[in-house]
């Protein structure tokens, strides 16, 4: 349990997942929890629920879960394994409507400052207004 | 058409069948104005669902929809696994409420619908599987109780297929392609009337 928002990358590709969350970490070293994940489970591209409820769960923060994707099939699946959660869980976790590495990053050091769920969304969002 | 637990498991073992032998025609034309990956992601998900026909040919109608549907959401790894998951998950669901086949077919069918368009958040006309399955569900609804129904639906799901060649896509990544996706049959509306006629023709062995 921590006090910070925690961070999902979900990616088609599991490069892209990881490297996101390298320059993630970069900028917040481990004062936010992030898990990603990218990859089909035959290990080409495309995204995959099992392992998202799994990302999800592992970053698990009272304050909730920020997901960040990149194309449809990702925020689809990212959806559908916010709705496989245990109820409880599934009204703490966004997924949010931006960039996936630039929103990652943003979103993280936002939610390096305690900043909310909503705020860590808002943020992240910015990215994609106007 | 009353659906007997062998009638069902023959049903669902033949529309999985059906789906994996047309994997390399939905790759190819998701290769056109997709990613490539519909006919791979959807024949992982119906292996999926052939490995536990057992087990959800056992359950009740309701529950076994379910069972697809979970299936599906676990397995496919692209967006057309929570499409066809909720699709299934739906249909699950108002088959607990409504559960007299044939009369209550239509129904059902309306509930997968609806989930499939909330899910992707579209409508008819956007080149998706929608562009079959609204057709199948309007010819459920008019043709109802009809000696011709399942020859109607087997029929309308070819040609409401067809008919997504035309169309522009605008949502997916085929409305990356713009005008460009025009003049291809979209790979999903192609999967669904894979789908459909595969339980048409299932249905028609059981008379």
Redesign the interface.
């Known amino acids: 349990m921590t006090d910070t928002v925690g961070i999902v990358i979900v990616s088609h590709s599991a490069d892209i997942a990881k490297g996101t969350a390298d320059m993630v970490r970069q900028m917040v070293g481990s004062e936010v929890e992030v898990a990603f994940c990218g990859g089909?489970?035959?290990g080409?591209?495309?995204?995959?629920?099992?392992l998202i409820i799994d990302a999800i769960n592992s970053v698990w923060s009272s304050k909730g879960v920020a997901i960040l994707v990149d194309?449809?099939?990702a925020e689809?699946?990212s959806?559908?394994a916010v709705e496989?959660l245990e109820p409880e869980r599934q009204d703490l976790v966004v997924v949010c409507n931006a960039p996936i590495v630039e929103g990652a990053v943003m979103a993280a050091t936002e939610a390096a400052g305690g900043s909310s769920l909503a705020q860590v969304k808002a943020v992240a969002e910015e990215l994609s207004a106007g | 058409m009353s659906l007997h637990p062998e009638t069902f498991k023959t049903l669902l073992r033949s529309a999985a069948e059906q789906v994996i032998a047309s994997a390399p025609e939905l790759t190819s034309l998701d290769q056109a104005i997709g990613d490539g990956d519909h006919g791979t992601n959807m024949k992982r998900g119906f292996e999926a669902v052939l490995g536990k026909l057992d087990a959800i040919s056992a359950q009740p109608l309701d529950a076994a929809l379910k069972m697809i549907g979970k299936t599906l959401v676990m397995t496919v790894g692209g967006a057309s696994g929570p499409l066809y998951g909720s699709f299934f998950l739906a249909a699950g669901e108002a088959a607990s409420h409504h559960g007299q086949l044939p009369h209550d077919l239509a129904d059902i069918f309306d509930s997968g619908v609806s989930a499939v368009s909330a899910r992707g958040r579209s409508r008819a006309g956007e080149k998706t599987m929608l562009d079959v399955l609204i057709p199948v569900l309007e010819t459920l609804r008019t043709a109802a109780g009809q000696a011709d129904l399942i020859d109607r639906v087997r029929a309308i799901a070819a040609e409401a297929a067809e008919r997504t060649a035309p169309m522009r896509a605008t949502k997916g990544r085929a409305s990356f392609l713009g005008e460009r996706s025009v003049g291809h049959v979209d790979p999903g509306a192609r999967s669904s009337c894979v789908l459909v006629q595969a339980v048409c023709a299932g249905l028609e062995g059981q008379q």
């Not at chain 1, 080409?44 to 099992?50: H, I, R």
């Open positions: 089909n489970s035959d080409g591209l495309g995204t995959n629920v099992p194309l449809g099939g689809t699946n959806e559908m496989m």
